[in-house]
């Protein structure tokens, strides 16, 4: 099983970013997709989800100026993010679960910084 999250990097606040998590070794199309974060001394906190027919829930606190998608052709799922604030800097984890099966991409640094 791999998750392979890319698209993190340093951003203006105001400014917007596309992460990308690629998936393979399951059957992604069955699966619950989610972002994660965890800033520094914070917990991992649940950012966006989306369930295998396209349903979706947001934390309060992106709700708006986040996005999140999936291609289950091709096993990526997506977050686009807008309006950063430098409240949104963490690494980013790619999760996905189904049942008791619960995978965690590496992570991927994202930077709102002026």
């Known amino acids: 099983v791999q998750l392979v999250e890319s698209g993190g990097g340093l951003v203006q606040p105001g400014g917007s970013l596309r992460l990308s998590c690629a998936a393979s070794g399951f059957t992604f199309r069955t699966y619950v997709m989610s972002w994660y974060r965890q800033a520094p001394g914070n917990q991992r906190e649940l950012v966006a989800a989306i369930r295998p027919f396209g349903s979706t829930n947001y934390a309060d606190s992106v709700k708006g100026r986040f996005t999140i998608s999936r291609d289950n052709a091709k096993n990526t799922v997506a977050l686009q993010m807008n309006r950063l604030e430098p409240e949104d800097t963490a690494v980013y984890y790619c999760?996905?679960?189904?049942?008791?099966?619960?995978?965690w991409g590496q992570g991927t640094q994202v930077t709102v910084s002026s």
């Open positions: 999760n996905a679960l189904f049942g008791t099966n619960n995978y």
